[in-house]
């Protein structure tokens, strides 16, 4: 059973700073790792994802502000996120990606989701 272990979310105020945490088990290949997020009213968008070999893709809105970063060894990825604005303000979901070689199809496998709160 594959899970994807999120921490980190909460309430910050503006101009402030928050460190999410995603854990995967249950997998022993991950190509991509990633975060995506979902704000009220809105579809879900990328934030930044990252592959096994450390390049990385940010959305143009977090850039100069988010840092992603990966432990392969644990199959964790983080994301530092500074000088939060209240737009920030979402459901923050992690996001795997294995291409399984057995089948030679794509597997995603999303977190729970977690919470950010940017407001005065």
């Known amino acids: 059973q594959v899970q994807l272990v999120e921490s980190g979310g909460g309430l910050v105020q503006p101009g402030g700073s928050l460190r999410l945490s995603c854990a995967a088990s249950?997998?022993?290949?991950?190509?991509?790792m990633g975060w995506y997020r979902q704000a009220p009213g809105k579809q879900r968008e990328l934030v930044v994802t990252?592959?096994?070999?450390?390049?990385?893709n940010y959305a143009d809105s977090v850039k100069g502000r988010f840092t992603i970063s990966r432990d392969n060894a644990k199959n964790t990825v983080y994301l530092q996120m500074n000088s939060l604005k209240p737009e920030d303000t979402a459901v923050y979901y992690c996001?795997?990606?294995?291409?399984?070689?057995?089948?030679?199809?794509?597997?995603?496998?999303w977190g729970q989701g977690t919470q950010v709160t940017v407001s005065s």
């Open positions: 996001n795997a990606v294995n291409y399984r070689v057995a089948d030679l199809r794509r597997y995603d496998y």
């Open positions: 249950g997998i022993f290949s991950i190509d991509v």
């Open positions: 990252i592959t096994s070999g450390g390049s990385t």
